[in-house]
């Protein structure tokens, strides 16, 4: 998922190991125990009390199959809920409102029993047809869903979306409690895609009389229900007395206050005013903040699922020499941007961050080395460097990041001008095909699912070089194509294995095409008063991000 940025690099632009897609016995009781582990001293904590939540930004919609940000993604999570979910802090799955799940042995049936002590917030029974219902509205090309594209392995789909046929085949309403899902091919990610947002179920009822203002009048099954919203000035969550997981929410109220500058949220922690920073510990304060002995046990750091990259354009001319492009790898100073972050990432050598299992903590990637690089433009037919352009998204540490950028390439002879622009404008020229350069920051990557394919498709898939798309490379290599597309189908217990294997082969060899320069992996940074607390897993949630809001409590 691409992202916006005002105080980190990344907005929605995700500390754990990721799971098989498919979850065994075995699987699913280590990772319920680590959901009691968390948990314990918490779930008998004190009920009540409230916390404030700053943004900058207003929130846009709180409709699941629209929402698509890093602001509205937890709070969204905190409304509804999907068949599948995550044990808070980590990106263990696990089942949600499902009670439990089957897959068929041919990996292309999943049945679901679903839990009967579930209700909406407007009183009525959660059932089966509720499922159905939900994601036939997100692949509904009328509801202009960014999520759509997840779903089209469930058989229909595509007949569905193209009006050929009046609902989704491989959707089966068995009996109220009971639903079935039936894939076209095996797919390893199907039940992480069933946690996504974009899956989590709505009432019928409620989006109809809501006459295309559901992301406004928003009705779920979740933890916290809609009390206020005044536009532009804050929105308001009260708990829901009838949710399904006992002592959960720990807080009665949560306030999310809009159109806060970080700088001032940050004054207003201090004065117990604001509970959670929601746009991060401003820059300026950051080093300020760890610090202090006080300060920075207010703190939790943690891993993202996130890449921050320069793109560079495979169908330019020099670009499509490969000598030229890993030149440009062994040019950048990783390290010293780092630094401009405050420490707050770690530099990249691979595509994948290193929570995916996939990540190849053998591989070295290319060395910071002016001298060769400077030899494998000369032996391309660049001695003297060429020019070029690097655009950039134009809103601090970006533009000084895309500064840095460019003084390691002047260092090699390539003589790049700095277009720092509006996000949209920069994102255009990348789905254009018209930035020969484009530092990612701001709108760098985060995965949308702990599965190494999601940072394959979306951006760097054949499929995905397209105009207006995310491959802003323009990279295409259908042998890996056909990898990838392989590696997806292995999707039983015991081809995991091989399919971490394969995933982790297939980026290696698509970093030796270059058509990245990864630079760091940001950590994921959070701060929190003293009147609210919570284990610190919970306030940089990989999955629930930026907060697991259900979890937080008030300070005893």
């Known amino acids: 998922m691409h992202t916006e940025t005002s105080n980190q690099t990344s907005r929605r632009d995700r500390a754990v190991s990721p799971r098989a897609s498919w979850l065994g016995r075995n699987g699913v009781g280590r990772a319920l125990a680590a959901l009691v582990v968390l948990t314990f001293g ?23 199959a629209i929402g698509y940000d890093w602001q509205n993604w937890s709070i969204i999570k905190s409304i509804f809920d999907g068949l599948m979910d995550y044990v808070p802090g980590t990106t263990d799955l696990v089942p949600h409102l499902a009670a439990s799940y ?21 009183g009525r029974p959660f059932v089966a047809q509720d499922v159905k219902y939900s994601l036939e509205r997100t692949l509904n090309p009328a509801t202009q869903s960014p999520g759509q594209g997840f779903y089209f392995t469930i058989a229909g789909a595509q007949e569905f979306v193209d009006g050929t046929a009046p609902e989704v085949s491989g959707i089966v309403v068995l009996d109220d409690h009971t639903v079935q899902f039936t894939t076209t091919e095996p797919d390893a990610s199907f039940l992480h895609k069933l946690g996504l947002n ?9 989006v109809e009389a809501a006459k295309g ?35 959960l929410p720990h807080l009665d109220e949560l306030t999310f206050q809009v159109g806060v500058d970080p700088n001032v949220a940050f004054l207003r922690l201090q004065r117990g005013e604001v509970d959670i920073l929601g746009d991060g510990i401003p820059s300026a304060r950051y080093t300020e903040v760890m610090a202090d002995p006080t300060w920075s046990k207010q703190v939790s750091i943690g891993e993202q699922m996130q890449t921050g990259y320069v793109t560079i354009n495979v169908e330019m001319e020099p670009f499509t ?5 890993q030149a440009l790898n062994m040019a950048i100073n990783k ?32 060395p910071y080395d002016v001298a060769a ?28 990041i895309a ?26 020229a990348g789905g254009a095909g018209e930035a020969p350069l484009l530092w990612s920051g701001g709108m760098a990557w985060i995965a949308d699912y702990p599965d190494p394919n999601n940072f394959y498709w979306p951006i760097l898939a054949c499929a995905s070089n397209i105009p207006g798309g995310w491959n802003w490379s323009k990279y295409c290599n259908e042998d890996i194509e056909a990898r990838a597309a392989h590696a997806d189908t292995l999707a039983r217990v015991d081809q995991q294995e091989e399919r971490v294997k394969a995933w982790r082969s297939i980026f290696v060899d698509i970093m030796a095409d270059a058509p990245w320069i990864p630079v760091f992996h940001e950590l994921q940074v959070s701060m929190h008063s003293t009147n609210v607390t919570g284990p610190k897993e919970i306030f940089v949630d990989p999955m629930h991000i930026p907060v697991h809001y259900e979890m937080v409590r008030k300070a005893e």
Do not use: C
């Not at 532009?232 to 949710?243: A, F, K, S, T």
């Open 42 to 64: 918490t779930a008998m904590a004190q009920q009540g009390g409230s916390a404030v939540v700053s943004f900058q930004d207003d929130v846009s919609t709180l409709d699941p």
């Open 102 to 122: 089957t897959v068929s042995d041919d990996g292309l049936t999943y049945t679901f029993a679903l839990r009967d002590d579930v209700k909406f917030h407007n």
């Open 198 to 206: 974009f899956a989590h179920i709505v009432p019928q009822e409620a």
């Open 213 to 247: 203002d559901f992301g406004h009048q928003p009705i779920g099954t979740g933890g916290f229900m809609l009390k206020e919203w005044v536009l532009g000035q804050r929105i308001v969550l009260e708990r829901n007395p009838d949710y399904f997981e006992a002592g």
């Open 321 to 325: 020499d490969v000598r030229v492009r």
């Open 335 to 366: 390290d010293r941007i780092v630094r401009i972050l405050n420490n707050r990432a770690v530099p990249a050598t691979q595509i994948l961050p290193p929570l995916f299992e996939s990540y190849d903590s053998d591989y070295a990637g290319y």
């Open 373 to 400: 690089a400077k030899a494998l433009l000369a032996e391309a037919g660049y001695p003297n460097g060429f020019d070029t352009v690097l655009y950039a998204y134009n809103v601090a540490p970006n533009d000084r």
């Open 403 to 428: 500064q840095a950028i460019q003084a390691d390439l002047a260092e090699i002879g390539v003589r790049a001008e700095l277009r720092t622009q509006a996000q949209s404008t920069v994102i255009e």
